[in-house]
């Protein structure tokens, strides 16, 4: 088994599933791992190769990291069954998760350590996205590890951008990304409840201002989960909270005020405090809606 | 005299002159009147009518009030040499600065008062869209307003959202974008800077970002004037103090928090205290650089 070459995913989640489904539908050999056997059996039964881990570590030639955060990175690297010590010289970690910049650059110096590449590879683009094939990746590494990784990155991504080659570049950019999808998201709701309070429905609001200066693309894609009144988690608010925390880490560490954000993820906390964590985080409306005494669309 | 149309456009600055040269090029007698007298001898030159106000009062059908705010509005509606009482029955004024919703009631109401039409619309899209005759006009106002009116709003706008019928709706609506678009300059100017700390350069900035999640029309119209370090003044700094400053002041009649648009504004108010006030908006990135010891493109 040793000769042939597969990729593992490690998460199944919402992105991890998408891109695993790509890496079969794109004809390679992919194994796929999640805390949840359900996920796992659901990915098997769709063509996914079978565990253990053990049995297929030697054979993974890139090693697809789709977790939630940095903790859970490095468990999945470095942890108790971790896979960077398994795989074999010259392979790839493709590390997805959105991390301190610090953190990938601490990964990639590891990885080197074992002979294994690392390629800082954050997402962009949502679950749909993900499982069409068409995700954005905002990567960096050594050459070595964009030519390794090269067969997963072209089954996954519409857009791959080269952004260094050394970890941390990649983390960059997408806490850039993070800090304004964060904030964008958060004001198109106080916007359209602001609206609300001077008449402006929220459909109106989204006919109006989509052709208008102050429209974003978390604007458009957001706003019309508050005007339909469904929730349902695309994306969770409590992302948030995390991706504008690591942005504000690294802020602070650079010596940078970021007063927008601060404000912005004061509004997360509190939606987080309202019990609405798992819901989509166009929910941050409930928190504008409730402190103006709003009812917002589906809520009477 | 007397029985001639014609329409009087009363400040010639960036927008208002636009929009007068727009209504000149669709065949419409234009008269334009500003305090800047250089400003009428140019718009004369290029085929304006010449006044003085007091003999083409009686001519005019429609005034296009185009001035910074709502003294200046009321100033040239009702002032010394107030335009409205000398108006004839059946006339509108077409109010397009960004002003209070309820400071647009009350002139809707005095001018019904004179047998003079109202009509509440604010405009969107910059100079270079006035210039063109394609500006976004929020509208509110009774049917005779519209009607009325119709002759201008043909000749300077792409859009028209009608937005009710009475005055009040378009500026709720004005509102509502200037809150996004006022954010959306001040968190592109955060993001940039942040990513600057990061190695992230403002040219990779644009062209990373404007493909992902983060992007915003405003992020896309003026993070390359940064990229540039070109702060010639298409929009001001000066505009964001008054303009957010109407948001919160609405707001707060409202009950309505909005902790992101006070935050922008706090921004905005430093940038005004370096001296900035004259300067294109997109100079608000100068205040995060100066906090954080960054070198914008152009400044070194």
Same mark, same amino acid.
Do not use: M
């Given at each position: 088994m040793s000769d042939q070459q597969s990729v593992a995913v490690f998460g199944l989640g919402a992105m991890g599933y998408g891109m695993a489904s790509s890496l079969l539908r794109a004809g390679i050999e992919t194994h796929g791992f999640d805390i949840v056997s359900e996920q796992m059996e659901k990915f098997q039964s769709e063509g996914g190769k079978p565990g253990p881990l053990e049995d297929a570590a030697n054979a993974i030639s890139i090693a697809v990291v789709c977790v939630l955060n940095a903790a859970q990175t490095e468990d999945v690297m470095f942890?108790?069954? *971790? /896979?960077v010590p398994m795989m074999k010289n010259g392979s790839v970690v493709i590390a997805c998760a959105t991390v301190p910049p610090e953190f990938a650059k601490d990964m990639e110096k590891r990885c080197i350590e074992q002979g294994v590449h690392y390629l800082d590879a954050p997402i962009s683009g949502g679950a749909a996205k993900a499982a069409s094939g068409e995700l954005s990746i905002m990567a960096s590494g050594t050459k070595e590890a964009f030519a390794t990784a090269k067969p997963a990155l072209d089954a996954c991504a519409q857009n791959v951008f080269e +952004? =260094?080659?050394?970890? =941390?570049a990649g983390s960059a950019m997408k806490a850039v990304n993070q800090l304004l999808a964060g904030v964008h998201i958060a004001t198109m709701a106080e916007a359209l409840t602001f609206g609300m309070t001077q008449g402006v429905t929220p459909d109106k609001f989204i006919e109006v201002i989509s052709q208008?200066? *102050?429209?974003s693309w978390m604007l458009e894609n957001r706003a019309p989960h508050v005007a339909k009144g469904?929730?349902?988690? +695309?994306?969770? /608010?409590? /992302?948030w909270p995390k991706d504008l925390g690591i942005v504000l880490d690294v802020a602070k560490t650079a010596g940078f005020s970021a007063p927008i954000t601060a404000a912005a993820l004061q509004q997360y906390m509190v939606a987080v405090g309202m *019990? +609405? *964590?798992?819901?989509?985080?166009?929910? /941050?409306a409930k928190v504008y809606a409730r402190n103006a005494g709003l009812d917002l669309p589906g809520e009477k």
């Open positions: 942890g108790a069954k *971790g /896979i +952004l =260094g080659d050394a970890a =941390g208008c200066a *102050g429209s469904d929730y349902t988690p +695309l994306s969770q /608010i409590n /992302i *019990g +609405l *964590g798992r819901e989509d985080d166009a929910a /941050i």
